[in-house]
């Protein structure tokens, strides 16, 4: 009996010690929480300019999951080297692009500066979604525009394309995309020399600049009226024209009636005066009348007086 009483005793004594280290843990962990309070994301105290991040977990080193959402997919799930290098490519170019779009947006110069780029990104395009099969006998139309709900390469291509046909760069560049087409060269030509006469007298007196720049003007805006006539006008040509405009009538103050104007202005004219040409042929029309009206009692008291004259002699 007072052997199983010592057995008792000598267990309690090893749970005060257990609890009692149990106690100093937990007092070590709440203080270093006081010493470095957790604070919400992008908290900032008052009295001090440090910004406290918030907090991220941390993996156990020895842990054989990554925390990576793509770890490594079985190989006949994942898209072949020959389309991960297309998709590469596709990257590389639509950015080039789109840093040639940015700087060509005002003045607008997309066709001009930017056909290269839309020529190369397009032909990556073609390749990826081409059904024909690549090396190692791969496709990557399926893996890479049809995969996923998303189709984000298919979706960032349409954004550009769309761009380029709005703008109807096509009718202003040669068809291998190096290059504007001559009617695009024959117009900046004339745009070049208008710009410059408009540069020689744009100081001092206006009247000199309109007289002397009339002709090129006139030779600019009548080639512009039939490439507009023709549809072979792309925005590139379209902006520059309206900014002549505006610096021509506008800025300058000069005036210039084209051929395109003329008939506008005759039927205009005879609109106008049509009201007035109404009211004097009716005017003259109802004196025609009270004439023929008047001319028989005349003529009837005329033979009444030579009756009576007749009678008296």
């Not at 947006?105 to 500066?113: D, I, T």
């Not at 001092?204 to 002397?212: P, S």
């Not at 009211?279 to 005329?302: D, G, N, T, V």
Request: charged share 20%; aromatic share 10%.
């Amino acid at each position: 009996m007072s052997l199983h009483r010592y057995e008792l005793g000598f267990l309690l004594i090893i749970l005060n010690i257990y609890s009692l280290g149990l106690i100093d843990a937990v007092n070590v962990t709440a203080s270093d929480s006081a010493a470095n309070p957790l604070q919400a994301p992008g908290y900032q105290s008052h009295g001090s300019s440090a910004v406290v991040s918030s907090p991220v977990y941390k993996p156990a080193v020895d842990s054989s999951y990554s925390i990576n959402l793509l770890s490594s997919f079985p190989e006949d799930v994942e898209i072949s080297e020959y389309c991960s290098e297309l998709l590469r490519l596709f990257g590389q170019r639509y950015v080039a692009y789109v840093n040639c779009l940015i700087p060509a947006a005002r003045p607008v110069r997309v066709c001009q500066n930017c056909s290269p780029w839309y020529n190369s990104l397009s032909e990556v395009f073609v390749n990826i979604s081409s059904d024909q099969l690549g090396p190692g006998n791969v496709s990557c139309r399926d893996s890479i525009l049809r995969s996923d709900r998303l189709m984000l390469v298919f979706l960032l291509y349409g954004n550009l394309d769309t761009i380029w046909e709005k703008s109807n760069c096509e009718k202003c560049v040669t068809k291998d995309f190096k290059g504007p087409n001559n009617d695009t060269l024959y117009y900046l030509t004339l745009l070049n020399q208008t710009i410059t006469c408009f540069e020689k007298y744009k100081e001092g007196n206006h009247t000199e600049l309109c007289k002397n720049c009339k002709n090129t003007y006139k030779e600019l805006n009548d080639l512009y009226s039939g490439m507009e006539k023709n549809s072979t006008l792309c925005i590139d040509l379209e902006d520059s024209m309206n900014m002549t405009r505006k610096l021509w009538s506008k800025d300058f103050g000069c005036s210039y009636i084209g051929g395109e104007t003329i008939p506008v202005i005759a039927v205009s004219s005879f609109i106008l005066f049509l009201p007035i040409i109404f009211y004097l042929s009716s005017f003259l029309h109802s004196e025609q009348k009270k004439r023929k009206l008047i001319h028989p009692k005349r003529a009837k008291s005329h033979n009444s007086l030579m009756n009576i004259q007749d009678k008296q002699s």
